[in-house]
């Protein structure tokens, strides 16, 4: 059986589901709150779509999100 490889979304698509600019979304992973995956000489930012949902889940019925101290 063949598996298809994972789709990875880019901090630009990431930042557009949480409606938030991209310099927030580095902030969370550098916080711990979004797990990434580095990639490339760069080292660009990857984060998996069940690491996404999981972050969506912990919000719960809340319009909040995440801040920092």
Same mark, same amino acid.
């Given at each position: 059986?063949? &598996?298809?490889?994972?789709? %990875?979304? !880019?901090?630009? &698509?990431?930042? &557009? =589901?949480? @409606?938030?600019?991209?310099?927030?979304?580095?902030?969370? &992973?550098?916080? !711990?709150?979004?797990?990434?995956?580095?990639?490339?000489?760069?080292?660009?930012?990857?984060?998996?779509?069940?690491?996404?949902?999981? =972050?969506?889940? @912990?919000? !719960?019925?809340?319009?909040?999100?995440?801040? %920092?101290?």
């Amino acid at each position: 059986m063949i &598996e298809t490889p994972e789709r %990875l979304l !880019g901090i630009r &698509e990431v930042a &557009e =589901l949480f @409606s938030v600019d991209i310099s927030t979304i580095r902030r969370w &992973e550098r916080a !711990g709150y979004l797990r990434s995956v580095r990639i490339g000489v760069r080292g660009h930012r990857r984060f998996r779509q069940q690491e996404i949902q999981r =972050l969506m889940d @912990s919000f !719960g019925d809340s319009e909040s999100q995440p801040t %920092l101290s």
